[in-house]
């Protein structure tokens, strides 16, 4: 049996716009974009590493390179590809395993001729509204950044400054949509936490995003008990802590796949989260068309999407996810993942 060729690239990928949250600003960001061909039908898969949780491209490309010979030759079903990949490495990079399991599902499915949400039993395409994020700048940057994404029917507000109130009202001078507001760990004490939030419940806003750092679960506790508006847990929630007990803190859970390394596992944990009466937000980093295909695949069953990180990029390698005027996300009915490069 003829082999995979297995081939990949780190393509930096370039922001429009300076991405600013409450502890990093960046311009551009490098994501590995892996590719494995056989019988003239080509998979993708892509890696978003990210330092918060101490990847790089470089370790990315070191666990491509341990890729054994005739690895993929070995998958024979849906049910062993998230166990076989997760055995390539003791200690994997989450996102380099994602892009891996993600090159062979695009494959698998064009190799059948059929779109992967179809195979895997979704009978329908389109996600839920998707928030358009908004990164830290001036107030007057803000506004503009919202007049300039005026189509979006949800912001997602970036906060955790010590101007967050002189944000908030700026944005309300110019928009009246609903907002979702993440804080990125920003608020380091619950009265802090408890103060923002106080006010952000009278200025239609959906849910807070990790208010708090992931370190303080105790007070995140206390702050739930207590909160008027829904708490979404993200960097709280990686992809193998115990739902029960974040249900304990959170209304929310964040599911992203470069942090949970497997669209597979990814989607059997939303059926968990909802089991616990968690609802879910499919969110994403910084990521191309093919990434953000892959997480709308797993938000068609979610209750929230935040998969903007295509459109925040001006140098998209690929195309093919539709964002509808309603700005819901819909996969196309191509083979694979729906986008071509």
Same mark, same amino acid.
């Given at each position: 049996?003829? *082999?995979?060729?297995?081939?990949?690239?780190?393509?930096?990928?370039?922001?429009?716009?300076?991405?600013?949250?409450?502890?990093?600003?960046?311009?551009?960001?490098?994501?590995?974009?892996?590719?494995?061909?056989?019988?003239?039908?080509?998979?993708?898969?892509?890696? *978003?590493?990210?330092?918060?949780?101490?990847?790089?491209?470089?370790?990315?490309?070191?666990?491509?390179?341990?890729?054994?010979?005739?690895?993929?030759?070995?998958?024979?079903?849906?049910?062993?590809?998230?166990?076989?990949?997760?055995?390539?490495?003791?200690?994997?990079?989450?996102?380099?395993?994602?892009?891996?399991?993600?090159?062979?599902?695009?494959?698998?499915?064009?190799?059948?001729?059929?779109?992967?949400?179809?195979?895997? *039993?979704?009978?329908?395409?389109?996600?839920?509204?998707?928030?358009?994020?908004?990164?830290?700048? +001036?107030?007057?940057?803000?506004?503009?950044?919202?007049?300039?994404?005026?189509?979006?029917?949800?912001?997602? /507000?970036?906060?955790?400054?010590?101007?967050?109130?002189?944000? /908030?009202?700026?944005?309300?001078?110019?928009?009246?949509?609903?907002?979702?507001?993440?804080?990125?760990?920003?608020?380091?004490?619950?009265?802090?936490?408890?103060?923002?939030?106080?006010?952000?419940?009278?200025?239609?806003?959906?849910?807070?995003?990790?208010?708090?750092?992931?370190?303080?679960?105790?007070?995140?506790?206390?702050?739930?008990?207590? +909160?008027?508006?829904?708490?979404?847990?993200?960097?709280?929630?990686? *992809?193998?802590?115990?739902?029960?007990?974040?249900?304990?803190?959170?209304?929310?859970?964040?599911?992203?796949?470069?942090?949970?390394?497997?669209?597979?596992?990814?989607?059997?944990?939303?059926?968990?989260?909802?089991?616990?009466?968690?609802?879910?937000?499919?969110?994403?980093?910084?990521?191309?068309?093919?990434?953000?295909?892959?997480?709308?695949?797993?938000?068609?069953?979610?209750?929230?999407?935040?998969?903007?990180?295509?459109?925040?990029?001006?140098?998209?390698?690929?195309?093919?996810?539709?964002?509808?005027?309603?700005?819901?996300?819909?996969?196309?009915?191509?083979?694979?993942?729906?986008?071509?490069?």
């Amino acid at each position: 049996m003829s *082999g995979f060729k297995i081939e990949w690239e780190i393509i930096p990928l370039r922001l429009k716009e300076v991405f600013t949250i409450s502890r990093s600003s960046r311009s551009q960001v490098a994501n590995v974009f892996l590719s494995i061909t056989k019988d003239g039908i080509t998979g993708y898969g892509e890696a *978003g590493p990210n330092t918060r949780y101490n990847e790089t491209p470089e370790m990315v490309v070191s666990d491509f390179e341990s890729i054994p010979s005739g690895f993929f030759n070995d998958i024979y079903s849906l049910d062993e590809v998230e166990s076989m990949i997760s055995n390539l490495n003791p200690e994997p990079v989450q996102s380099a395993k994602t892009a891996i399991e993600m090159a062979w599902l695009d494959w698998w499915a064009k190799s059948q001729n059929k779109p992967l949400w179809e195979l895997l *039993g979704e009978k329908n395409s389109t996600t839920p509204v998707t928030s358009f994020t908004i990164g830290i700048d +001036s107030p007057e940057k803000m506004q503009a950044k919202i007049r300039d994404a005026e189509q979006c029917p949800v912001y997602k /507000i970036k906060l955790g400054t010590d101007h967050d109130r002189e944000i /908030i009202e700026a944005i309300r001078e110019v928009t009246d949509k609903p907002l979702r507001v993440d804080a990125n760990e920003g608020w380091s004490t619950l009265e802090k936490a408890q103060e923002e939030i106080q006010f952000l419940s009278t200025q239609n806003v959906e849910l807070i995003e990790q208010p708090m750092p992931s370190s303080e679960f105790k007070l995140m506790k206390q702050l739930k008990e207590w +909160s008027p508006l829904p708490l979404a847990a993200d960097e709280s929630f990686i *992809g193998n802590e115990d739902l029960q007990k974040i249900a304990k803190a959170f209304h929310v859970v964040n599911i992203k796949l470069m942090k949970m390394g497997s669209i597979m596992k990814a989607r059997r944990v939303l059926n968990q989260a909802h089991e616990h009466g968690l609802r879910v937000m499919v969110g994403c980093m910084i990521e191309s068309s093919l990434a953000n295909a892959a997480g709308a695949l797993v938000a068609l069953n979610a209750e929230y999407a935040d998969l903007d990180g295509h459109l925040l990029i001006s140098n998209d390698i690929f195309n093919g996810l539709e964002l509808k005027g309603s700005g819901q996300l819909k996969l196309s009915d191509l083979p694979g993942l729906g986008v071509e490069k």
